[in-house]
């Protein structure tokens, strides 16, 4: 079965100071991955998205930026955090099945606190 | 533009029924997802719909109207556990999902 890790689950980081969090998923080949960011109380909101080594699409111009550098490895960082990068942060990782079905399923979450 | 709306917050009784809605503006159609997500956690897969009508699983029932862009997930035999967020998410043509805010659903003893 397929399993998918994030780390670490919880921090806090000062303004101006760089951020890398991962995401590895288990159980499955060349999956889509994907990078949310949820503001408390509001929707999930998709930064960034990969469909192979290499790949990446991004939604919203920002401070951030994501690499895969392995198959089944997705990297969110920052190089200086804002104060408004606070939020909870979502790993998904989705194989497209048959009819077009291409769920996604999120890892445990970084919740992220920028004093 | 894209649009997904859904109630923001409804309360419901233990053992009871409820509906939540949830329709859709969108480029193109490819399904239509509901997730759970309880306070703190991560969304978790409920349901998928890409035809009309009713998917049942267990308590838990999710219907599609195509023609109206609507959708409902019903959830009956309601138990304290389900109290969580439920979240509307719809494919688009470029099989992006587009998001709903969620509705908060607080069940009371």
């Known amino acids: 079965s397929q399993t998918i890790h994030q780390w670490p689950a919880t921090l806090v980081q000062p303004v101006g100071s760089p951020l890398s969090l991962e995401c590895t998923v288990e159980?499955?080949?060349?999956?889509?991955l994907y990078w949310y960011r949820q503001a408390a109380g509001r929707g999930l909101q998709l930064l960034f998205y990969?469909?192979?080594?290499?790949?990446i699409s991004s939604e919203v111009p920002q401070n951030l930026s994501a690499s895969r550098p392995q198959d089944r490895q997705f990297i969110l960082s920052s190089k200086k955090l804002l104060l408004s990068d606070s939020g909870f942060y979502l790993c998904?990782?989705?194989?497209?099945?048959?009819?077009?079905?291409?769920?996604?399923?999120f890892g445990p979450g970084t919740r992220l606190t920028v004093l | 533009g894209q649009n997904i709306d859904q109630p923001t917050e409804m309360t419901a009784t233990e053992g009871a029924i409820v509906q939540i809605n949830c329709t859709y503006q969108?480029?193109?159609?490819?399904?239509l997802f509901w997730y759970q997500q309880h306070a703190g956690e991560a969304p978790t897969f409920l349901s998928y719909?890409?035809l009309d009508g009713l998917e049942e699983k267990g308590r838990f029932s999710s219907f599609l109207s195509r023609s109206k862009g609507y959708s409902y997930l019903l959830l009956k035999e309601l138990q304290m556990k389900d109290s969580a967020s439920y979240l509307c998410?719809?494919?688009?043509?470029?099989?992006?999902?587009?998001w709903g805010a969620g509705t908060k659903l607080i069940i009371k003893p």
């Open positions: 990969s469909v192979g080594i290499g790949q």
């Open positions: 719909n890409v």
């Open positions: 998410a719809v494919m688009d043509s470029n099989y992006q999902l587009i």
């Open positions: 969108t480029s193109g159609f490819n399904g």
């Open positions: 998904a990782w989705s194989v497209l099945a048959g009819e077009g079905t291409d769920t996604q399923y």
């Open positions: 159980g499955t080949s060349n999956p889509n």
